[in-house]
């Protein structure tokens, strides 16, 4: 669809002119022919923002991302996944969601962000060197200092105290344990 036509729904959710060149950007995607696959998702794209329509936009983001996680390019597939997920939630499209999170979820698993693509945290326990008595930090770790270099929190867990216990009138201090932020 050129001219007009360009921005005219038919009836539809998304716009025509969008979807089908979502559509034939992600067969291009499978096909690898990706600069034909990019430069169709990325005239759906500009057609989706020109006519300011959410539907169109979540379609066309997620037609760019898909052909982006296909090619292998992360930083491109990132964002504009992101963004249709976005679109999905505030525009209240939630028939979109699933395939939209899916991609999206692929994505941060093949970047190394498990914790994302599953909205979860992740527990790792190490090992810390002797400290004859002193609390543990997260620089007590072995490799510490890289280990808290890649993560957004930490957490530490320290024996209670018989100083602790007696405050808290705990009978046996060995059976409870202290956790606190350290980064």
């Known amino acids: 669809l050129e001219g007009t036509r360009r921005r005219e729904r038919f009836g539809q959710v998304i716009l025509p002119a969008v979807r089908s060149r979502a559509n034939l950007a992600m067969c291009h995607a499978e096909l690898g022919s990706f600069a034909a696959g990019s430069t169709l998702g990325d005239e759906g794209l500009r057609i989706a923002e020109e006519a300011a329509h959410a539907g169109s936009a979540m379609r066309a983001y997620h037609g760019v991302g898909l052909l982006a996680l296909r090619q292998g390019a992360l930083p491109r597939a990132l964002p504009c996944l992101e963004r249709a997920l976005g679109i999905c939630q505030d525009a209240d499209l939630p028939v979109f969601f699933p395939i939209t999170a899916a991609a999206l979820g692929a994505a941060y698993t093949l970047g190394g962000r498990i914790a994302d693509a599953g909205n979860c945290a992740v527990d790792l326990y190490a090992h810390t060197r002797k400290l004859s008595g002193d609390d543990v930090t997260t620089e007590s770790a072995r490799g ?37 932020g350290d980064k």
């Open 144 to 180: 510490g200092k890289s280990l808290t270099d890649g993560v957004r929190a930490a957490r530490v867990m320290n024996r209670m105290t018989e100083n602790e216990a007696l405050k808290g009138k705990v009978s046996n201090h060995r059976l409870y344990f202290r956790m606190f």
